[in-house]
Each structure stands twice: as structure tokens, then as C-alpha cells.
């Protein structure tokens, strides 16, 4: 008797391809898991005893912020998957690999870009950098410095803008052309046309007429 194979060539008894789980790790996060929850159900009846509210989850250790708000340097690129198909890595976890906008600072994905937003301009985010929500207060020279710079790209958009309307004028100014040089050369087509049709119609009359002189009348009979 032949011994059956699977479909990795096995046997079908074999299952050793098959993944093994680690009961000892398991268990000891499930032990650690526990304990949180205990701890943070103490917590939440010392808050309710203080008159204050419960802790949904567990309290993260964030470290204390040590600088102001920064501005970002970079864009962000919100738009750089925009129309395209992307292959999803890992649908059924965490992390990055899924359809959406993911922060690597907090290990969280978004759906769409007004939560990523949210969340990128938090306090819970900003924590996690070490900024607060206070944004640092501009002296006299910057504001001097960022009003110059500004001026400066608004005078580059200005020049941009007016080369474009003389760029738009000429193309507009082409097109009119190409339009006159068409209608002029259908008028002197239609002409040639009429002319033509003048002269076989003048050829056909003269024709007629030189029948007539040479006798050649008509064929038809003269009895009456």
C-alpha cells in the first residue's frame, strides 16, 4: 500500500510545516496583560473615590516635553498615493503595510487625511516628540525676515503670472491667424468653384450655338 502525499510532498500525517505557537511567551503575556488591568482597575477606584473619572485603557509612560512646537520642515505629502493602486502587506494587523496614512511615532494608521491631521497636530503626538502645544513666540526679526520673504515670492508669482498672460496673448493671437488663413482659403476655394461652373456652362452654350450655324438642329421628324 502506497503511502499518501500531501500538497508540499508530504505525507498527510506530517504536520510539521505547521506553525508552533509558544505556550510559555503566550502565557506570559497574558499574565502581564492581567496585571495591567488589575492595576488600572485599582487606579480607577481611587479616581472615583477622588470624584474623578475612570481610565478607559492603560496610562502610557509619555516622556515629559522639553521644547515648543516645531514646524515641520518637510511636507507631508498627503497626496503622493493619490489615484494608484497600492498592495496591501498587512491586512489584519498593525502597523505599517495598510491602506491609509500611518505614523511611525505612535505605531498608528489613519483612513484618511483629516484624522492623520488630527492627530499629527494632538498633544498625545507632540508628547511622544517631546514638544508641548505652545508654539514659540517670533521676535522683531523674524517677523521682519518671514514679511521680506514673502514679499519676495509674491513679486516672483507677479512676474510668473504676467510672462504666462503674454504667453496666453501670443497663443490666442496664433490661433486668430490659423483661423483668417483657413476662412481665406475656403473663400478662394468656393471662388475657383463658381468660376469653374461659369466656364463649362459658357463651353456648353457655345456649343449649342455652333450646332445651330452648321445646320445641325435636331434630328426630328418634319411631318406634321
Known sequence: MTDKSGAYGTKAADTEFRK???????A???????????????ENEDRMKKGKAPRKGRKEDLPKPTELMKRREGSLDLDK????????????????????????SCNRTYKDTSAYLD????RSHLRRLGQTTRIER???????????????KT??????????FDKRIAEVKARESARRAEQKAQKKAQKEE???????????????????????GGFGSTKK
Open 155 to 164: 513679486k516672483e508669482a507677479s512676474s510668473a503670472k504676467a510672462f504666462d
Open 28 to 42: 506570559e503575556r497574558a499574565r502581564k496583560k492581567d496585571e495591567e488591568e488589575r492595576e488600572r482597575m485599582q
Open 81 to 104: 498615493n493619490l489615484n494608484k493602486t497600492m498592495v496591501v502587506q498587512n491586512p489584519g494587523g498593525r502597523g505599517p503595510g495598510q491602506p491609509g496614512f500611518y505614523c511611525e
Open 119 to 122: 492627530h499629527i497636530n494632538g
Open 20 to 26: 508552533k505557537w509558544d505556550k510559555e511567551e503566550y
Open 138 to 152: 517670533s521676535t522683531l526679526a523674524q517677523v521682519r525676515a518671514r514679511i521680506a520673504y514673502l514679499r519676495e
Open 194 to 216: 463658381a468660376r469653374m461652373a461659369l466656364v463649362k456652362e459658357s463651353a456648353m452654350e457655345v456649343d449649342d450655338e455652333m450646332t445651330k450655324l452648321m445646320g445641325f
